[in-house]
């Protein structure tokens, strides 16, 4: 997950000192959450007692324009793919909530949302026996192919 040009709209000065979001998913195909990484420009509090959010991150003492750039990254999603189908993840920042959405030092909250749809497919994975064989017949191979020893 990331934001575009996150201070355009702010004061000089201003500074950005964390964000959290939620993802929702929903689909014909599934994918199981497996957790989330915020950027190494926060430190990751997500899995921290009351926070209850996908991802979140602090920035201590914030971000400013010269660490944020025009492209900040905030964290990254991890997902296993479950069944295949389409699959739609929506990333929702609620400012009802205090720890929701990117969080400014001066300014308000500002709202993170996104959308996105991607279709699993199906990937047929070698049954453990056609692998074994396989290995079997190489092994085969190279024990054929060995010279003999001659013993005077």
Known sequence: MAAFAPLANANTDELIVGFGFNALTGGTGSAQFLGSSASS???????????????????????????????????????????AGSWNIAITGALSDPNQGLIYRNQARLAIQANNTVTISAVPLPGAWLSFLSGAEICLRRRARRPALLHP
């Open 41 to 83: 420009l926060f430190t990751d509090i997500s899995a921290r007692d009351g926070v209850n959010l996908t991802a979140a991150g602090i920035a201590s003492p914030g971000l400013g324009s010269n660490e944020s750039g025009s492209l900040l990254s905030l964290a990254v999603l991890h997902f296993r793919a479950i069944a």
